[in-house]
């Protein structure tokens, strides 16, 4: 990897974190404290944490900035960015002290404003275009995703939201009507009347069966099918994620979201983009939408947007907020919605990103980390793709690179508990392997997370050659 700066001072990782001790596994995993903790904890717990948790039953004691350290000492670096909030890596000092300071003054009180709420207000708006200057807040993704669909019939009087394959938009009722196949949503239906479904940009797997040479993008255009032939053109939003997280790190093609755009201002649409996963810097600019150029009528934020505290935005134009019922007093009230410890962490994490230099490290990083990627690629049949933009990054994993077919579930354990023995710490468990680290993240733990991941993919194809 070529040379890169570090981080910004104020938020690089402590001296400490880069001197050679990180990372440091002392214990199996997990060790003796977190095995007793977790015992302790699985006996009150419900088991339906995440895969990842349960499988490397780790009990994590601290962290800061791209290093998470366990309670028996271990020190591990953190390709996750813990579910893709830690944008400024674990605890920033300027997030930090905000919320120090508020939590002083005031924990909570309703929906009313405070001072920290059109500080946070105003610094995300001076990062969004003008058509995305009103704002209404919540607290999870899947809050705000519910909240789009409301708004969006709320201002067109229509009922039908169409959503994508592999998309992934939360676990309400609502949202997860919204997802594609994933299999966490089965048991639960049936889901909300008026979802329709179309196919994604997944071009290491196109669902048409069609080559990216010479396809002309005709996955965006079969949109215009299940309009016509789905449902009955009461069509409210248009929902998707500029790049598909959860699903697979898929990201869409700018012919793609802009036939998105067309198709929205003939059908009378919103064109909703969730951002709760891409956005605040996740894939290089500020907002993923800025790569295409392609604006939406609704925007949704959260994950990164308050550095780990529990936050969700969704920004659209006055008059569409403004619409009834969704603009009514009262309408958009809840308890916890726009908190003021969210606001605090919020307006702070926005002016640690204000100047670009966390941006541009990141983006920079993450360039040169998918390329080290892509040329561990050619070492390794297991990597069947390669792909991602900014800091959020993933290897598509197979058993045959000609078939396409993915890892076995087994597989991809053995990966987790491999490159968690090594001391470094992924998304989760299944045949994509996210790779989403903090933005700060310095150069000397990319490089060695990258060596670590290398040698863990080695041991497991080793181990698969043997079996």
């Not at 601290?62 to 813990?82: K, M, P, Q």
């Not at 909703?272 to 609704?298: K, N, Q, Y």
């Amino acid at each position: 990897m070529s040379s890169l700066g570090t981080p910004p001072v104020d938020l690089a990782l402590e001296a400490s974190d880069d001197d050679g001790s990180v990372p440091l596994v002392r214990t199996g995993i997990p060790g003796p404290r977190s095995a007793e903790l977790w015992e302790r904890d699985s006996r009150l717990h419900a088991h339906n944490s995440s895969p990842a948790a349960q499988h490397l039953r780790l009990v994590i004691d601290e962290a800061r900035g791209a290093v998470v350290r366990d309670v028996d000492g271990n020190a591990f670096i953190d390709l996750s960015s813990g579910a893709v909030v830690a944008n400024l890596g674990h605890c920033p000092p300027p997030v930090v002290a905000a919320l120090q300071q508020e939590a002083r003054r005031l924990l909570h009180f309703f929906d009313y404003a405070t001072p920290a709420r059109p500080a946070f207000f105003e610094a995300l708006a001076a990062t969004l275009p003008a058509s995305l200057q009103t704002f209404q807040m919540y607290s999870t993704g899947s809050e705000a995703v519910e909240a789009a669909i409301r708004l969006a019939k709320s201002f067109t009087k229509r009922y039908e939201v169409i959503s994508f394959h592999s998309a992934w938009h939360g676990r309400t009722l609502a949202s997860m009507s919204m997802m594609g196949g994933f299999r966490l949503k089965h048991g639960y239906g049936p889901f909300a009347p008026g979802a329709l479904h179309s196919v994604n940009a997944y071009c290491y797997r196109c669902p048409l069966g069609l080559e990216r040479e010479g396809c002309e993008v005709a996955c965006a255009r079969f949109v215009d099918q299940v309009y016509e032939q789905s449902g009955e053109q009461e069509l409210a939003a248009v929902i998707i994620e500029p790049i598909q997280g959860v699903g697979g790190v898929i990201p869409h093609p700018p012919e793609f979201l802009a036939h998105l755009r067309r198709f929205c201002d003939r059908t009378g649409a919103l064109l909703v983009f969730d951002e709760i996963l891409t956005g605040v810097g996740r894939t290089g600019p500020m907002w993923a939408f800025e790569h295409s150029g392609v604006v939406p009528d609704v925007l949704l934020a959260g994950k990164g947007l308050a550095s780990g505290y529990p936050i969700s935005v969704i920004a659209a134009r006055r008059e569409v907020m403004d619409t009834a019922p969704f603009g009514l007093p009262g309408a958009g009230a809840s308890t916890f919605a726009s908190g003021n410890l969210a606001c605090a962490a919020a307006a702070a994490t926005l002016e640690a990103l204000a100047d670009g230099r966390i941006l541009d490290h990141g983006r920079r990083l993450g360039e040169l980390m998918l390329s080290e990627l892509r040329a561990m690629q050619h070492r390794h049949p297991v990597i069947g793709d390669v792909r991602g933009q900014g800091m959020l990054m993933a290897l598509e994993l197979v058993s045959d690179r000609r078939t396409k077919a993915r890892i076995s579930p087994e597989t991809s354990r053995r990966l987790l508990l491999a490159l968690a023995r090594r001391g470094v710490l992924t998304s989760g468990v299944g045949p994509i392997l996210r790779i989403t680290p903090p933005l700060v993240l310095s150069k000397t733990l990319a490089v060695k997370a990258l060596a670590l991941l290398d040698d863990a993919l080695g041991e497991v194809e080793a181990g698969e050659a043997g079996r």
